[in-house]
T-cell receptor
Framework: GQSLEQPSEVTAVEGAIVQINCTYQ??????LSWYQQHDGGAPTFLSY????GLEETGRFSSFLSRSDSYGYLLLQELQMKDSASYFC???????????FGDGTTLTVKP | DAGITQSPRHKVTETGTPVTLRCHQT?????MYWYRQDPGHGLRLIHY???????DKGEVSDGYSVSRSKTEDFLLTLESATSSQTSVYFC????????????FGPGTRLTVL
């Protein structure tokens, strides 16, 4: 079977750093993606890791350890607009088929 | 943005009626996906398509069928809607040249009474 585990909720204050973890057990692994979804909106792509290590995109970074079946999304200098749900997703095939976690709701407080 | 639209955006229907949701894309992306999203859950894959007339089942396909007669259109049909199919439905596309990124449509909120 396929399963991804991530915390259901995280709360942090503006300007802080927060890390959202994701562990996975899947058949077929090409990489780990992260998506952001604001209330009432569509998910949007944030980052992708195919290899072990850290990928940085502005205030957001994503990390992958294939041997540990683990990854995380790091959000720095949190802003109120970062309040959203964040989903990790395993890319199962080279045709984009993915399995999503249940999402982590991030609340950023002033 | 990948130029993905979904129609209708909102629909209320009665139990037992057939419903068809449409996903239309203008990016010529080869791969297309239908998901449902329920409170407290992530996106669960219903059906997907690897090309015209090439479709397959996802993890929650019971009660749903799909068709893809053109690259740009992917239709999801609920044969006989049930209250358990009340959900938000998202369509996504993936380019064959960059398969790590899914581009999502705005979603369709379906209520089955």
């Amino acid at each position: 079977g396929q399963s991804l585990e991530q915390p259901s909720e995280v709360t942090a204050v503006e300007g802080a750093i927060v890390q959202i973890n994701c562990t996975y057990q899947t058949s077929g692994f090409y990489g780990l993606s992260w998506y952001q979804q604001h209330d009432g909106g569509a998910p949007t792509f944030l980052s992708y890791n195919a290899l072990d290590g850290l990928e940085e995109t502005g205030r957001f970074s994503s990390f992958l350890s294939r041997s540990d079946s683990y990854g995380y999304l790091l959000l720095q200098e949190l802003q109120m607009k970062d309040s959203a749900s964040y989903f990790c997703a395993v890319l199962n095939t080279n045709a984009g088929k993915s399995t999503f976690g249940d999402g982590t709701t991030l609340t950023v407080k002033p | 943005d990948a130029g993905i639209t979904q129609s209708p955006r909102h629909k209320v229907t009665e139990t037992g009626t057939p419903v068809t949701l449409r996903c239309h894309q203008t990016e010529n992306h080869r791969y297309m996906y239908w998901y449902r999203q329920d409170p407290g859950h992530g996106l669960r894959l219903i059906h997907y398509s690897y090309g015209v007339k090439d479709t397959d089942k996802g993890e929650v396909s019971d009660g749903y069928s799909v068709s893809r007669s053109k690259t740009e259109d992917f239709l999801l049909t609920l044969e006989s809607a049930t209250s358990s199919q009340t959900s938000v439905y998202f369509c996504a596309t993936v380019s064959s040249g960059k398969t790590d990124t899914q581009y999502f449509g705005p979603g369709t909120r379906l209520t089955v009474l």
